[in-house]
């Protein structure tokens, strides 16, 4: 359960990436239609590997419900008034990994590869390190080789292959890749 959050940061925030502003605010169950909007205009390829299938309603829903018990921490980004992505943090939910969060990035492709990723991170190791949890986990198939790539640039590494432990939306399996971030080592 979240904790009070000790991070100096507020939202909303602005910055700019590659001369372009964008807003980084906190999700809230006013972001319902936004979030859905977003995940469906997502390329194929993207969706064949999500999580969590934030196209579907129920799972909106339910996205917004954690984030309401504080299980969920949102960031969304926006850019000339409309959703572009988010990185979010799950806190585990079970006492024996209660010291891991999941992170969660998902950018739409044209503000890929300018640092947003790069500040979704730093945001969510903040606030990883408020809520006192000592890991962030990542977990990808392996066939998304440059998210792999991206996560490595992050300060992830690759912890585990577990063969066939993704399933896409076609029904097809994958290897998954289990990667970590030392929370405990951050300094900014
Ligand atoms: C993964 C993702 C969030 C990264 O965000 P991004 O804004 O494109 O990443 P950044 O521009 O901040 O780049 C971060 C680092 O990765 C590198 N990088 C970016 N895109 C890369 C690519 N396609 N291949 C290899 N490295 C890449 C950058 O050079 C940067 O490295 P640096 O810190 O040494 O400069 C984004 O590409 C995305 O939404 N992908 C689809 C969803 C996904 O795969 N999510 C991962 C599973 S949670």
Not at 39 to 45: G, T
Not at 125 to 136: P, S, T
Not at 148 to 165: H, P, W, Y
Request: glycine letters at 8%.
């Amino acid at each position: 359960m979240a904790k009070e959050s000790k991070s100096k940061r507020t939202y909303p925030w602005k910055t700019k990436i590659k001369g372009e502003e964008v807003i980084l605010r906190l999700m809230t169950s006013d972001d319902r239609e936004a979030m859905l909007e977003f995940a469906r205009a997502l390329p194929e390829d993207d969706l064949l590997f999500l999580a969590v299938d934030i196209t579907d309603e129920s799972a909106v829903d339910d996205w917004i419900r954690r984030l309401n018990e504080g299980i969920i921490h949102t960031i969304l980004v926006e850019k000339d008034g409309k959703l572009v992505g988010h990185g979010s943090l799950l806190h585990e939910e079970q006492v024996w990994t209660r010291h891991l969060g999941g992170i969660i990035l998902l950018l739409a492709p044209e503000v890929r590869g300018k640092g947003l990723g790069h500040i979704l991170a730093g945001e969510l190791f903040r606030h990883a390190e408020d809520l006192g949890l000592q890991k962030i986990v990542a977990r990808m198939a392996a066939d998304q080789k440059s998210a792999v790539q991206v996560f490595e640039k992050l300060g992830f590494n690759a912890e585990a292959l577990l063969t066939d432990c993704v399933i896409d939306r076609n029904d097809r399996t994958h290897d998954l890749i289990i990667m970590s971030y030392d929370v405990t080592g951050f300094n900014e």
